[in-house]
C-alpha cells in the first residue's frame, strides 16, 4: 500500500492531533497545517496546531492562523502528532520538541531532500514543490471536504514554496493542484496581494537598505546581501516582512547562487546569523547549507550560523566558492 495511503487510515482511526512544524514558520508550513487541520476538524477530529515562533503577519489573513499556538499546557495529550514540512526534529525548536515526547505516534510529512526520516510514518515526497501538495493528496485520500478557506491555505503552501511560479521545482503536479483548487473561489490576485504587496514602510525601507548592500564576487556567480541586527533594532520585525528578499539578488545576470545574510538574536539569546541559499542549474545548496547543520532543497536552502555577520559571510562564502 502506498505510504500516503496508510498514512490516510491512520489518520481515520486517530482522535486528537497534535500538528507542529519548523521555526519561522513560513506560508508553506502554516498553509499546510491549517489545511489539513480544518478538514480533520471536519471530521470531527480534535486538532491543535503548535509552533515555536508566531505566524508572520502576512499569513494573519489565512483562516484559522489566529488559533496556532506557540506554548500548550503540559496536561494536554494526543494520539498523534503530524510533523509537516520539517526535515529534522532540530528544525522544530524547543517547545514543540517538549510537546512531542508525550505523544505516541509521529507522522512526518515533507518535501525537502534533507528529511532524516524520524517518526513512525513518513511520506517524503522530494518532487513535490510544496508541503501543501503533500497535503491536498492526503486530503483527496481521506475524502475530505476543501472549501475556499482550505483551498486558500493550500494555495498559499505552492505559491511562497514555488516563489509565485517561478523557482525550479514548479511543475505540472503544482500546477495541477492549484486548477484544482481554483474551483473554490479563491483569488490569486487578492493573495498575491495579501503576501508580497502589504509592505510596511519599515518593511520597504528595510529593502532599500538589503539591496544596496548587494555585492558579488570576483567570478560574478556568487551574490549576497545581508542585514544586521542594528538595521532590525529599527523596529520589532517579524519574520515575514523579508519575505522575497533574497529573490532581488537571484535577478543578478550571470548569478549562479544568492545568499540572504540576516544578522539575529536567537531564542537562546545569542547572536547568530540566518543564511539563506538560493541557486541556479546544478549547483546544490542543500548540501552547501547541511554543511552549517541547515538543509532544505537543491535549489533553495537555509542554515543559521552561530556568530556574528562578518564571521558567517566569510565561512558560508568560502564554502560556496568549492562549488562554483
Ligand atoms: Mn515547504
Same mark, same amino acid.
Not at 481515520?12 to 480544518?38: C, E, M, R, T
Not at 497535503?135 to 493550500?154: M, R, S, W
Not at 560574478?220 to 542585514?227: P, S, T
Not at 533594532?233 to 516582512?241: F, K, P, V
Given at each position: 500500500?502506498?505510504? *500516503?495511503?496508510?498514512?490516510?487510515?491512520?489518520?481515520?482511526?486517530?482522535?486528537?492531533? %497534535?500538528?507542529?512544524?519548523?521555526? $519561522?514558520?513560513?506560508?508553506? &508550513?502554516?498553509?499546510?497545517?491549517?489545511?489539513?487541520?480544518?478538514?480533520?476538524?471536519?471530521?470531527?477530529?480534535?486538532?491543535? +496546531?503548535?509552533?515555536?515562533?508566531?505566524?508572520?503577519?502576512?499569513?494573519?489573513?489565512?483562516?484559522?492562523?489566529?488559533?496556532?499556538?506557540?506554548?500548550? &499546557?503540559?496536561?494536554?495529550?494526543?494520539?498523534?502528532?503530524?510533523?509537516?514540512?520539517?526535515?529534522?526534529?532540530?528544525?522544530?525548536?524547543?517547545?514543540?520538541?517538549?510537546?512531542?515526547?508525550?505523544?505516541?505516534?509521529?507522522?512526518?510529512?515533507?518535501?525537502?531532500?534533507?528529511?532524516?526520516?524520524?517518526?513512525?510514518?513518513?511520506?517524503?515526497?522530494?518532487?513535490?514543490?510544496?508541503?501543501?501538495?503533500?497535503?491536498?493528496?492526503?486530503?483527496?485520500? *481521506? $475524502?475530505?471536504?476543501?472549501?475556499?478557506? +482550505?483551498? #486558500?491555505?493550500?494555495?498559499?503552501? +505552492?505559491?511562497?514554496?514555488?516563489?509565485?511560479?517561478?523557482?525550479? $521545482?514548479?511543475?505540472?503536479?503544482?500546477?495541477?493542484?492549484?486548477?484544482?483548487?481554483?474551483?473554490?473561489?479563491?483569488?490569486?490576485?487578492?493573495?498575491?496581494?495579501?503576501?508580497?504587496?502589504?509592505?510596511?514602510?519599515? &518593511?520597504?525601507?528595510?529593502?532599500?537598505?538589503? *539591496?544596496?548592500?548587494?555585492?558579488?564576487?570576483?567570478?560574478?556567480? +556568487?551574490?549576497?546581501?545581508?542585514?544586521?541586527?542594528?538595521?532590525?533594532? %529599527?523596529? &520589532?520585525?517579524?519574520?515575514?516582512?523579508?519575505?522575497?528578499?533574497?529573490?532581488?539578488?537571484?535577478?543578478?545576470?550571470?548569478?549562479?547562487?544568492?545568499?540572504?545574510?540576516? #544578522?539575529?538574536?536567537?531564542?537562546?539569546?545569542? %547572536?547568530?546569523?540566518?543564511?539563506?541559499?538560493?541557486?541556479?542549474?546544478?549547483?546544490?545548496?542543500?548540501?552547501?547549507?547541511?554543511?552549517?547543520?541547515?538543509?532544505?532543497?537543491?535549489?533553495?536552502?537555509?542554515?543559521?550560523?552561530?556568530?556574528?555577520?562578518?564571521?558567517?559571510?566569510?565561512?558560508?562564502?568560502?564554502?560556496?566558492?568549492?562549488?562554483?
Amino acid at each position: 500500500m502506498n505510504a *500516503l495511503r496508510v498514512i490516510a487510515e491512520t489518520i481515520k482511526k486517530g482522535s486528537s492531533f %497534535l500538528f507542529v512544524s519548523h521555526i $519561522n514558520p513560513d506560508g508553506d &508550513s502554516i498553509g499546510s497545517q491549517l489545511a489539513l487541520g480544518k478538514v480533520l476538524e471536519g471530521f470531527g477530529k480534535k486538532v491543535t +496546531i503548535l509552533n515555536q515562533h508566531p505566524v508572520p503577519d502576512i499569513y494573519n489573513f489565512l483562516y484559522g492562523s489566529g488559533k496556532i499556538k506557540n506554548e500548550i &499546557s503540559p496536561s494536554e495529550s494526543f494520539d498523534i502528532a503530524v510533523v509537516l514540512d520539517a526535515s529534522d526534529k532540530n528544525r522544530l525548536g524547543d517547545v514543540v520538541n517538549k510537546a512531542l515526547e508525550k505523544v505516541p505516534f509521529i507522522i512526518n510529512l515533507d518535501h525537502h531532500v534533507s528529511n532524516n526520516k524520524f517518526g513512525q510514518l513518513q511520506y517524503l515526497n522530494q518532487q513535490a514543490s510544496a508541503t501543501a501538495v503533500i497535503v491536498y493528496d492526503l486530503i483527496v485520500l *481521506l $475524502n475530505g471536504k476543501i472549501d475556499k478557506d +482550505i483551498a #486558500e491555505c493550500l494555495y498559499t503552501g +505552492i505559491l511562497t514554496d514555488t516563489g509565485s511560479f517561478h523557482y525550479l $521545482n514548479t511543475d505540472a503536479k503544482s500546477h495541477q493542484v492549484v486548477a484544482e483548487i481554483l474551483k473554490y473561489g479563491i483569488s490569486p490576485n487578492k493573495i498575491y496581494e495579501e503576501i508580497y504587496e502589504i509592505f510596511n514602510l519599515v &518593511s520597504i525601507k528595510l529593502l532599500g537598505l538589503a *539591496l544596496s548592500s548587494i555585492e558579488m564576487d570576483k567570478t560574478g556567480k +556568487i551574490a549576497w546581501m545581508k542585514i544586521r541586527k542594528s538595521d532590525f533594532n %529599527l523596529s &520589532s520585525l517579524t519574520n515575514g516582512e523579508t519575505e522575497g528578499f533574497i529573490n532581488y539578488v537571484q535577478m543578478l545576470k550571470g548569478v549562479k547562487v544568492s545568499l540572504f545574510f540576516k #544578522e539575529l538574536v536567537n531564542d537562546k539569546k545569542q %547572536l547568530v546569523t540566518k543564511v539563506s541559499f538560493r541557486s541556479k542549474e546544478d549547483v546544490d545548496v542543500n548540501k552547501i547549507a547541511s554543511g552549517f547543520n541547515g538543509g532544505g532543497h537543491a535549489h533553495a536552502a537555509g542554515c543559521v550560523v552561530l556568530g556574528d555577520m562578518d564571521t558567517a559571510l566569510d565561512k558560508v562564502i568560502k564554502e560556496v566558492e568549492k562549488y562554483i
